[in-house]
């Protein structure tokens, strides 16, 4: 990513994270009428999921600013996956989910530009995320 999406993702993401509890909410909403067989890969206690799903998205928003980070983070979050075998368009499924989410809580609050910014990260990074083979 170039410098100038990075800046918008993370001098926006104190307002996102502010409303982290809305955000998770509405992913898991998005993502599960989007690609209902997901709510079955979820078990125990989901208010754990929750957070574990903000503590990444903090992560990756943290480490866009180096390129080796990020893509770190990347394959962290891989391998975290792998045993669920996602396929690309499920990946894909999950970024849309979480761009639906952050449209949903931020509404106006999110400039074109930042909407489009985190667009290209999330995508990015749901593309790291993908499993050769």
Known sequence: MMSAPISLVQNSFA????RKG???ERFYH????????????????????KEMFATMLAASV???????????????LAESHARFNLTATQL???????????RDV???????????????????LAGMMVRPG
Do not use: Y
């Open 62 to 76: 943290r480490s866009l600013i180096d390129k080796g980070s990020f893509h770190d983070v990347g394959i962290a």
């Open 106 to 124: 931020m509404g106006d609050d999110l400039t074109p530009e930042e909407e489009g910014a985190w667009n290209e990260a999330v995508t990015r």
């Open 30 to 49: 998005h993502l599960f009428k989007n690609m209902p067989e997901a709510e079955g890969l979820f078990h125990g206690d989901f208010m754990v999921q």
């Open 22 to 24: 809305e955000l998770t």
């Open 92 to 102: 894909q499924c999950a970024a849309s989910s979480l761009m639906a989410a952050l």
């Open 15 to 18: 307002r996102v994270f502010a």
